[in-house]
């Protein structure tokens, strides 16, 4: 075993090097050519005696600890080190085409002394390797720039949590006698009110509060209701319902930061004119996608036959595979929401339409409180308190802006289907706010400016894009002669279904 650590020691670079490349086989030709026997043998003593000094993956030698080998044969051998120098040969063997080559690290004489002084100066190369590998590239750091300054910041304010606010508020609400009031409406009533001391009133400037709702159906002792604002029955409800009172903050500021005056195409892209919002009304299953152009990232909220009660446009799992969505992206990232029960499907859907699902965006569902959902509405063995949406990219986007979010969100749950406002701010930081964004099975509260919406419980179109106008128009002209309005023509172009004949 001592000459096969001092054969490591002397050769360490140039057996991790090529043209060996730390490759077993090839390596036990060199030792043997070195004038060593069992190479095999002496190497399984080796991992025995100290594992820690020769690292071996899949017949291969990745890594050589050379102070520890030098620890190793000094011990072994009670004696100072002196390595042996191979005299100048003539390539006829193995290891003659690279031994006279000089290797970056050789313990030799010169640099012999201490263990701990070897191991030192390694560990601290070895580290400043690192911290140069780990610097961020350039385009990195300007992708963080231009979305910092692409980015608004969102005022945050804590939570009340001194009871008497909420009780002397919620008398407040009570004497009003109304049935709803807006946050900005019960600042005015709090002025009015002679009930309200002077911390209260600045408690309300700089905390949210939650004023509890008690009408006649209202009974105290059961405590707050499962559903909160998300109650379909607040009217007659016998649970405590809130109302939420935010802040009277100013609006935002909408300046923006300086961007780098580096970069001609962020300071063109900044600058440039950004569509109001698109939309649609249509049946996704039969309009032609070819009307709509490209675009760099797509959001799909196909409604899964999951219950009884789905809506109209809900399509099974082998209509929304059939969609023709490559006809939509050449290159991009496509975003599917899903449940636990489809999370495979969606998957499989997004690789037949040649995506690669490499990430997933975990929405994580609170209550009016900033609570976790208990008790939902949704769940066959469990209650569902969270929604995944499946991340595919297809092509090689290397204008996509990584690395910038997480994935989760943590949101509230507002009205059935409608899903955080997050996720919008996710994919324009990644794609860029002036990039073309589409969203399938979209409705009324999904669009927004830059995003083109498609599904069938919208309100009619509305088309800001000169060319995909035209080719809409050309297409709602030759497949709807009569003048038809948009429900009606998808209603018509549906396929009937034949009565079954109860006979």
């Given at each position: ?141 300007l992708q963080k720039m231009v979305t910092t300054g692409e980015s608004r910041t969102k005022p945050f304010y804590g939570v009340c949590q001194d009871q008497s606010h909420q009780h002397k508020l919620g008398q407040v609400l009570l004497a009003s006698s109304a049935k709803s009031v807006s946050s900005v409406a019960f600042h005015k009533l709090v002025a009015k009110s002679s009930l309200i001391s002077t911390d209260i009133t600045e408690c ?300």
């Amino acid at each position: 075993m001592d000459t096969l650590v001092e054969f490591l020691i002397v050769h360490n670079f140039r057996l991790l090097a090529p043209p060996i490349n730390g490759r077993v086989s090839v390596i036990s030709r060199a030792y043997e050519d070195w004038g060593g026997r069992d190479f095999s043998d002496e190497l399984r003593r080796l991992f025995v005696w100290f594992p820690q000094a020769v690292v071996v993956e899949y017949d291969v030698i990745v890594w050589l600890d050379v102070p520890a080998l030098v620890h190793v044969h000094r011990k072994n051998k009670h004696v100072d080190y002196t390595p042996r120098i191979a005299e100048p040969i003539i390539p006829t063997t193995l290891l003659g085409h690279f031994q006279n080559e000089p290797a970056p690290y050789d313990v030799t004489p010169e640099t012999g002394g201490d263990d701990q002084v070897m191991a030192s100066a390694f560990v601290v190369d070895f580290a400043s390797f690192h911290c140069q590998l780990m610097v961020p590239v350039a385009t990195s750091q300007l992708q963080k720039m231009v979305t910092t300054g692409e980015s608004r910041t969102k005022p945050f304010y804590g939570v009340c949590q001194d009871q008497s606010h909420q009780h002397k508020l919620g008398q407040v609400l009570l004497a009003s006698s109304a049935k709803s009031v807006s946050s900005v409406a019960f600042h005015k009533l709090v002025a009015k009110s002679s009930l309200i001391s002077t911390d209260i009133t600045e408690c309300l400037q700089t905390y949210t509060h939650y004023v509890p709702i008690v009408n006649s159906a209202t009974d105290p002792s059961l405590g707050d209701c499962s559903y909160l604002d998300g109650c379909h029955k607040k009217d007659t409800c016998r649970y405590i319902h809130y109302l939420t009172v935010d802040p009277l903050y100013p609006p935002p500021d909408t300046k923006q930061f300086p961007l780098p005056d580096y970069d001609t195409g962020t300071l063109l892209r900044h600058h440039s004119h950004r569509v109001p919002p698109q939309w649609v009304c249509c049946d996704l299953r039969y309009i032609p996608f070819d009307i709509f152009g490209k675009y760099a990232a797509i959001i799909a909220d196909p409604a899964w036959k999951i219950h009884v009660n789905a809506t109209k446009d809900a399509s099974s799992d082998e209509e929304f595979g059939h969609l023709d969505i490559p006809k939509l992206q050449d290159e991009g990232v496509l975003m599917v929401w899903s449940t636990a029960r489809t999370l495979e499907r969606a998957r499989d859907v997004m690789r037949k339409w040649g995506y690669q699902v490499n990430d997933e965006v975990l929405w994580i569902k609170v209550n009016q409180l900033k609570r976790t959902i208990v008790t939902g509405r949704t769940g066959h063995w469990l209650n569902h308190s969270k929604e995944h949406l499946v991340v595919g990219v297809k092509g090689r986007p290397r204008w996509l802006r990584r690395q910038i979010d997480l994935d989760y969100v943590v949101s509230n749950c507002r009205e059935t289907s409608r899903k955080p406002d997050e996720i919008y701010d996710i994919v324009e930081r990644m794609v860029g706010p002036h990039a073309r964004k589409l969203e399938l099975f979209g409705r009324t509260h999904n669009t927004r400016p830059g995003w083109m919406t498609l599904g069938g419980q919208l309100s009619g179109h509305h088309i800001e894009e000169p060319e995909v106008k035209h080719k809409y128009d050309q297409y709602a002209a030759q497949r709807n002669p009569r003048g038809l309005n948009v429900s009606e023509f998808a209603d018509q172009r549906r396929p009937s279904r034949k009565k079954k004949n109860n006979r």
